[in-house]
């Protein structure tokens, strides 16, 4: 009877290491995950401040083409 419940211990032991092995392995795999979206924030944010650089450049070249073309057909009506 004895050898049972030592061997039942035993058991219980091992499938308790197994569980705590998993529940491990789980947690670094949340880690790289939450380092994973921080690198994925840091890049998006980059590329939304490249974006918002080219659609200011694009509006000023379109103001500074509508003022030469402006001038431009004011020139030759004179």
Do not use: P
């Amino acid at each position: 009877m004895a050898d049972t419940e030592s061997q039942s211990l035993n058991d219980l032991y091992l499938l308790i290491g197994r569980l705590e092995g998993k529940v491990d392995r789980v947690l670094v795999e949340q880690q790289n995950i939450k380092e994973m979206a921080s690198n994925n924030n840091a890049r998006i944010q980059r590329l939304e401040k490249d974006r918002a650089m080219v659609y200011g450049s694009a509006a000023v070249l379109a103001f500074i083409g509508s003022a030469l073309m402006w001038f431009i057909s004011h020139l030759f009506k004179s």
